[in-house]
């Protein structure tokens, strides 16, 4: 806190010394590893389901769709309990009802039941998604805020990286219901490790009744409408993007006659690049600006969404292609998680945070959905690609023309 009583974001909470503070981010980086293995679990067992319950690609849309529905209500309904009653409560009974639904996908015995599963894990990622993010950024020294968002945003990945490398060896040899139990044991662990590593990070003073008067004003009163809603339409036609690459690329790799391992090692390699995105975007931000950097690394990922449209027959060509998509689709999630605690105040920060990634995540529904729509209907690979790079141009478009408006110095006023 300075003189003039502003609450910097990244001061650590009263009492939390420095190892306890790495211990917290350290607990917060393995649960978004987690949240990796979960989202993409359909993802990679998702041709074994397809042929084991013999679905066409709609059905097939609607179980991946399933769990980013239930992210959506999970961010809009659940993430802002944790403004309300703190972050802790609120982030361990997210990994609670993340531990429940995979073990009931793991028992899932038909559609339903595994779209059902797939609504509660999704519910859970939903709410801890947003209410981690925002613990990292309280908490993280401000001088290493974008540094140390990326290195959270980048669990992600690797959770993805390792859900991905078991379902190559284990989907074949012990059935696509493994991965889900391997999830759900991890998930678990994941718990009792933020059980006793998570500290609250919040404070008491500042947290608002939720549905009193001064919550929508928080996000919406005077010109905070203009940011709010761009920062939401950004997440929203992120996500479309995001969620049609790591959802269908397995399936639309094995359409130019490659085998399903190879269709899940594409993925990876796209998982690998969004492991040193983020890395390399929080160096880069801290010198040259976020919003600048963020710019940079939309444009990339749209060029290379619709590079990723050409027949590509080679191995070569195809991981190295994914590998680059991926770097640019990780440091541009990076981006738009690291401005949400910059823009909303301590007071909504978690309702804020969830409110962009609850509208981020419908287009993360949709986007699978179209996708599934599309293919049934006759659409090709690759005008596929080219019709999911252009809500990441859009992206582009908002961040250049200065409707999101981050505060400098990022600080708040003491409520």
């Known amino acids: ?13 009263l009492g939390l010394s420095t190892g306890r503070r790495n211990l917290m981010i350290g607990g917060c980086v393995l649960a978004n590893m987690v949240d990796g293995f979960d989202v993409l679990a359909t993802a990679f067992t998702g041709s074994a389901i397809m042929a ?14 399933a769990g980013l529905a239930g992210m959506v209500l999970g961010s809009l309904f659940i993430s802002p309990l944790a403004d309300r009653f703190g972050r802790r409560p609120v982030s361990l009974a997210c990994m609670f009802g993340m531990t429940v639904g995979m073990f009931a996908a793991a028992n899932s015995g038909d559609p339903m039941q595994l779209i059902l599963a797939r609504l509660v894990t999704g519910l859970g ?58 999830g759900g044991l991890l998930t678990g662990l994941v718990f009792i490790v933020n059980f006793f590593s998570l500290t609250e990070s919040s404070v008491k003073s500042q947290r608002l009744e939720m549905f009193g008067r001064e919550f929508p004003g928080r996000l919406f009163g005077g010109e905070k409408w203009r940011t709010t809603l761009a920062f939401c339409a950004a997440f929203l036609l992120h996500m ?26 594409v993925t990876i390699m796209i998982n690998a690049g969004s492991l040193i995105g983020p890395l390399i975007f929080g160096f880069f ?17 749209a060029i290379l969404t619709a590079a990723f449209a050409i027949q590509a027959h080679n191995l070569t060509t195809l991981y190295g292609l994914a590998l680059f998509i991926g770097l640019a689709m990780g440091g541009a999630m990076t981006s738009l998680y690291t401005m949400a605690p910059a823009i909303f105040g301590p007071e909504v920060r978690s ?3 969830g409110l962009a990634i609850g509208v981020g995540r419908v287009g993360g529904t949709l986007g699978p ?19 999911f790079a252009l809500p990441l141009l859009m992206v582009f478009l908002i961040l250049r023309s200065g409707l999101i408006a981050l505060p400098q110095p990022a600080t708040e006023r003491r409520a």
């Open 1 to 13: 806190m300075d003189r003039d009583g502003l609450v910097v974001l990244g001061t650590a909470p």
């Open 52 to 65: 084991d319950w013999r679905l066409d690609p709609q059905t097939l849309g609607v179980i991946f769709s």
């Open 125 to 182: 990622i939903g709410g801890v998604l947003a209410t981690l993010s925002t613990t990292v950024a309280e908490v993280a020294p401000p001088e290493w805020r974008n540094r140390t968002m990326a290195l959270f945003a980048a669990g992600y990945p690797l959770g993805s990286i390792l859900g991905g490398l078991l379902a190559v060896g284990l989907v074949r040899q012990h059935g696509w219901h493994t991965i889900f139990l391997i």
């Open 240 to 265: 479309i993007a995001f969620f049609f690459v790591l959802s269908w690329t397995p399936k639309l790799t094995e359409a130019l006659g490659f085998s399903p391992d190879t269709g899940n090692l």
């Open 285 to 301: 931000a801290d010198r040259f600006g976020l919003l600048r950097m963020a710019g940079g690394y939309f444009a990339a990922f």
């Open 351 to 353: 309702a804020g945070t």
């Open 369 to 387: 959905l179209l996708a599934g729509w599309a293919l049934a209907a006759g659409m090709g690979r690759s005008t596929l690609y080219f019709l």
